[in-house]
């Protein structure tokens, strides 16, 4: 499946890695801080588009310390099932390969600085749906 422009352009000209499932744990365990941006599809979902220009700025804004890469929309919902947020667009942030949080929709740009800056200080938890299955 193609992507918009504008996020195409986030993985040929800031050459963000476009992530199929079996590429994800591997990108994830080799950063110290990652985010997986799941974008969905753009007709359904336009905000994707406004995280498409506001991700670029939070990379910089963080000093390029954490990496980003694109989850690509053939495997998006497979590995969205990992991660257990239900809203799109979303941002799912790691630290080490293991899961932080995730952001999802268009936040205020203090907000998303905010909880991020949040995000990385705390401590891996498991995703929601892992914790939902277990208790199946």
């Known amino acids: 499946m193609m992507f918009p422009e504008l996020i195409q352009q986030l993985i040929d000209k800031n050459q963000y890695p476009l992530l199929l499932a079996d590429d994800v744990n591997a990108f994830i365990g080799k950063h110290?801080?990652?985010?997986?941006?799941?974008?969905?599809?753009?007709?359904l979902f336009p905000e994707s588009l406004d995280v498409a220009v506001i991700l670029p700025?939070?990379?910089?804004?963080?000093?390029?310390?954490?990496v980003p890469a694109i989850i690509s929309r053939d495997d998006e919902m497979k590995v969205q099932r990992n991660y257990g947020?239900?809203?799109?667009?979303?941002?799912?942030?790691f630290k080490d390969g293991n899961y932080l949080g995730a952001i999802s929709k268009v936040q205020d740009w203090d907000d998303y600085i905010n909880t991020i800056q949040k995000l990385l200080l705390s401590e891996p938890t498991t995703p929601p749906i892992k914790i939902a299955l277990k208790q199946n």
């Open 57 to 66: 700025e939070l990379m910089v804004a963080f000093k390029h310390a954490i």
């Open 32 to 43: 110290r801080h990652s985010v997986l941006f799941f974008c969905n599809d753009a007709k």
């Open 85 to 93: 947020f239900t809203t799109w667009p979303s941002l799912v942030f």
